[in-house]
């Protein structure tokens, strides 16, 4: 865990989670579907991209903690894998339906929260070094959900403040 990062409980967690979606929401209120489908929000990904990145990102964290939960040594990557993961996402999903890609990112967002509401405050806390590298579980699941969304909307806010400033 970085140092400078403030100790996240449940509550505060959850309520992360919820505020920064929120915002990320308000953000793609603020476009059309045309424009969820231009390249270069984030290098060649358009809007779309990265709602299937971040959901693509949930789903694993998903399956990670329940394989953590488990007693098991979760498939998490290795840093110099995520390139890779992140390269393979996108060739995946390119062909997706802009309404199928909204869904599954609204669903794995909802399933992200129902497995954080799940999590007691110990488990949560727990550090797990011998099978979870992202420190204690709460940072696993902050960076693949709020830090994701909060990521991501600057990246389609500035997107945007350029397209204002062209157009």
Do not use: C
Not at 62 to 79: F, K, M, Q, V, Y
Not at 116 to 140: C, F, H, I, V
């Amino acid at each position: 865990m970085n140092d400078n990062v403030k100790k996240l409980n449940k509550t505060e967690l959850l309520d992360q989670i919820r505020s920064e979606h929120g915002l990320l929401e308000a953000a793609l209120s603020r476009l059309s579907h045309a424009q969820m489908l231009l390249p270069g929000v984030d290098g060649e990904w358009s809007v779309k991209d990265a709602l299937a990145h971040i959901s693509t990102w949930e789903r694993w964290m998903i399956r990670w903690t329940n394989s953590l939960l488990r007693g098991e040594r979760p498939d998490t990557p290795e840093a110099w894998d995520v390139d890779r993961m992140n390269a393979e996402t996108f060739a995946r999903v390119k062909e997706f339906a802009l309404a199928d890609v909204l869904e599954e990112f609204r669903i794995s967002y909802w399933d992200s929260v129902a497995l954080a509401e799940s999590l007691s405050e110990k488990q949560l806390q727990t550090n797990y070094p011998d099978r979870w590298p992202m420190g204690p579980l709460w940072e696993g699941i902050a960076d693949n959900t709020n830090r994701h969304y909060k990521q991501h909307r600057g990246d389609i806010q500035a997107w945007l403040e350029k397209q204002r400033q062209v157009g």
